[in-house]
Each structure stands twice: as C-alpha cells, then as structure tokens.
C-alpha cells in the first residue's frame, strides 16, 4: 500500500463480502502500513481485519478481537499488528506497548477502535470508516484523514 488508499466507498452485503474487500486491501500491505479502523459494535472491523491477514498468508481463524489483549501479532508475508484501542483510557497506553516501534517496524498496523486514540495515529494512516446500513449490509469509507465525530 505504498502509494495512498485515496478516498473510496464500498458497499458490501455480508460478512464475507467485507472480509473479501480485507483481502483487496491486504495484498496491497507494506511494512510500516497503517490501518485506522472505526466504527461501531459489529459492523464487521474483526471481518475486514480477517481478510487482511488472509492476503498477507495468515490463518483467518486466528484472528480475533485484541479487545482484552490489546495487541495480536500474526505472522505472515509480512507480520500484521493487530491492535484494539476498545478499552484503552488514554492513547499513552498505545505507547506502551510499543506503538512508535511497530509503526517503523517490519509489519503493517491494523488498529480497531481508532477513533478513541486519534493522536496516536501517525500521519499517513489510511482511515477506514464502518457503518452499519442493515442487518449484513456495511458502508466502507476509506480516506488518508480522520473521519469527524467520535
């Protein structure tokens, strides 16, 4: 994903629909690419996430919410950070795990819940924005700065 994601919005019907757009923007992963997700409960970030480490040769299965661990690690073409800022009460607590590490690392970060840690974000992040439209259908808004609201 060396060269910018841009602005783009895709609509999907499922789950799989959204895990397959995942792996669209997963076979595009560098080192030191930066995934900000946001949106609600269930509107399919763990789904996308899933899809990103199936492009990058991980196992989806093994790919879970980082919500009590924080900070996954899968390996992979390139290894995936997978990080959950759900809990956190402050964008410190990013730092303390090792967030400037990982960002300048040899892996890509996805972290869910973005939009709860914003300064932690670096510059050049691609912001992807999940919205509920139904019971399967999602809008994906993607865009190289943060979304307003929360």
Known sequence: MKQALGNAVRRTSSPEETRAFGREIGEGLSAGDFLALSGPLGAGKTMFAKGVAEAL???ASAVA??????????????????????????PSELREVGLPDLIDGDGAVLLEWAERVREAVPG?????EFRNLGENEREIRISPEPFSGK
């Open 57 to 59: 040769g991980i196992d």
């Open 65 to 90: 919410s980082p919500t009590f661990v924080l900070l996954r690690v899968h390996r992979g073409r390139i290894p995936l950070y997978h990080l959950d800022a759900y809990r956190l009460r402050s």
């Open 124 to 128: 050049g992040a691609a912001w992807i």
